[in-house]
């Protein structure tokens, strides 16, 4: 999804992303969820590299806000939600809590899916889906036409060469991410265990949010910010653990929080 315009304080927001990265709507998320109007440029993975030169590295997302010497570059996600939180104007929608004891709580939440939960669920999906028919949508999905037209001649690289940097060729790779994401979705649904609607407790918070973008590629919710593929394109070992994954209380937390707290223009993306 594109949209184009100014945040509320006139200055030039620009998300700089790969269309399939769930990072990437992690980071979509909270600046739609804090009203802020931005600009955003979807590109092929490592396509994306020639937009990232010069912004402090490489990686996707960036937000670009202004220009010259005023410009400022912000260079993960997390970073993003924070200057997100800075800007919702209503309490009851803020992603992180006021109280000390609770924050740490969150935050501990959020770095966990960060580190663990978002490098697992893009190394599974890649796994079973960077050598199938899908992975050209997949992997292009958003990007404007030049990059989709060269990206069509270069799959072969881009497969090979992608697979290689996130070690999916590495033995067992596959089944040991399944594992990883299977224990923390326990941990989550030990969390949710007593009833709470929420990870910490009774309000929606940056752990949520993290926890259900980073899920996206694995559960395919409804409002999803990018492509996914129908359970139908999947491969049915893939289709097997993801509807294990979807069914389990955890799964149903993703997708609950997409249906109550993401709203997305489907329409508007493109893929």
């Not at 590295?57 to 220009?67: E, N």
């Not at 958003?142 to 001649?153: D, H, I, K, V």
Request: glycine share 6%; aromatic share 10%.
């Amino acid at each position: 999804m594109t949209k184009s315009g100014y945040s509320s304080s006139g200055t030039i927001v620009h998300l700089i992303s790969i269309g399939a990265s769930h990072y990437c709507e992690k980071a979509r998320w909270a600046l739609e969820r804090a009203s802020l109007i931005y600009r955003e440029s979807k590109h092929v993975v490592l396509l994306h590299m020639f937009f990232t030169r010069g912004l402090g590295g490489t990686s996707c997302p960036k937000l670009v806000m202004g220009s010259g010497s005023d410009r400022v570059v912000l260079q993960e996600s997390s970073d993003i939600l924070r200057f997100a939180e800075k800007n919702i104007k209503r309490e009851e929608d803020r992603l992180y809590p006021a109280d000390p004891e609770m924050l740490k709580v969150v935050e501990a939440w959020e770095t966990k899916f960060g580190k663990k939960l978002g490098p697992h669920v893009r190394r599974w999906v890649y796994c079973h889906l960077m050598f199938d028919k899908c992975s050209y949508r997949m992997l292009t999905g958003g990007a404007p036409l030049w990059e989709r037209t060269l990206a069509w001649f270069l799959m072969p690289i881009l497969r090979r060469v992608v697979y290689a940097a996130l070690y999916c060729n590495k033995p067992d790779a596959k089944e040991n991410s399944l594992k990883i994401i299977q224990e923390l979705y326990q941990e989550v649904e030990e969390a949710l265990s007593d009833g709470r609607p929420y990870i910490c407790g009774d309000r929606f918070t940056a752990a949520d949010l993290t926890f259900a973008a980073l899920s996206g590629p694995v559960i395919f919710p409804p409002n999803y910010g990018a492509w996914t593929p129908s359970v139908e394109e999947i491969p049915s070992e893939m289709a097997r653990a993801q509807a294990a994954l979807r069914k389990s209380p955890a799964g149903q937390h993703v997708i609950s929080m997409y249906e109550k707290q993401r709203t997305v223009v489907v329409s508007d993306i493109v893929g």
